[in-house]
T-cell receptor, first 112, second 117 residues
Framework: DGGITQSPKYLFRKEGQNVTLSCEQN?????MYWYRQDPGQGLRLIYY???????QKGDIAEGYSVSREKKESFPLTVTSAQKNPTAFYLC???????????FGPGTRLTVT | AQSVSQHNHHVILSEAASLELGCNYS??????LFWYVQYPGQHLQLLLK??????LVKGIKGFEAEFIKSKFSFNLRKPSVQWSDTAEYFC???????????????FGSGTQLTVLP
């Protein structure tokens, strides 16, 4: 069954700790994306990657980091430098950058 | 920078009413256009898309959208809504730059649709 998996579904962290969100896809897609969804603001792009070992900053990359060592995986690290990390994080992938994107179920991160 | 506007933040309709959700974008060149839907507790999923050709596109569950280039609009419509259409709807635009690649996909802020039984 092809798709995108994100884990965990809920994540709780103390302020000042880094946390890594997992995203895996078995769709053989080249491009992967991380978005942040906040109420009333839609989805905002954090980072994206068109190919392995390459990624670009999106609109709100400050305080986040990513890696793309494998085609199937695109983990996102929320660092302690991110001023307002509590949010719903969505991972997506597409065959190429121009195509429609397929989304994972999301991870809700709460930092206290 | 491109932007996408969805002016209706929350729409409430009774079952069988007709639906039109507005979407306007700001980019003068070629675009790929999408509507995504997020049902309660489910993944964000593609409702329909426009890349080229007939500006009236049909999607899943009886939805359709019309691309009007002169108005920079891509409004979503459904003749008769059902209670199960209650969800959040997002318009998204991918601007095609001259090299044939795309700028990042830009989403609108979303419209919450509530259909009363």
């Amino acid at each position: 069954d092809g798709g995108i998996t994100q884990s965990p579904k809920y994540l709780f962290r103390k302020e000042g700790q880094n946390v890594t969100l997992s995203c895996e896809q078995n769709l053989n897609h080249d491009a992967m994306y991380w978005y942040r969804q906040d109420p009333g603001q839609g989805l905002r792009l954090i980072y994206y990657s068109q190919i392995v070992n390459d990624f670009q900053k999106g609109d709100i990359a400050e305080g986040y980091s990513v890696s793309r060592e494998k085609k199937e995986s695109f983990p996102l690290t929320v660092t302690s430098a991110q001023k307002n990390p509590t949010a719903f994080y969505l991972c997506a992938s597409s065959k190429r950058g121009l195509d429609e994107q397929y989304f994972g179920p999301g991870t809700r991160l709460t930092v206290t | 920078a491109q932007s996408v506007s969805q002016h209706n933040h929350h729409v409430i309709l009774s079952e069988a009413a007709s639906l039109e959700l507005g979407c306007n974008y700001s980019y003068g060149g070629t675009v790929n256009l999408f509507w995504y839907v997020q049902y309660p507790g489910q993944h964000l999923q593609l409702l329909l898309k426009y890349f080229s050709g007939d500006p009236l596109v049909k999607g899943i569950k009886g939805f359709e959208a019309e691309f009007i280039k002169s108005k920079f609009s891509f409004n979503l419509r459904k003749p008769s809504v059902q209670w199960s259409d209650t969800a959040e709807y997002f318009c998204a635009v991918n601007a095609i730059i001259s090299s044939g690649s795309a700028r990042q996909l830009t989403f609108g802020s979303g419209t919450q649709l509530t259909v009363l039984p």
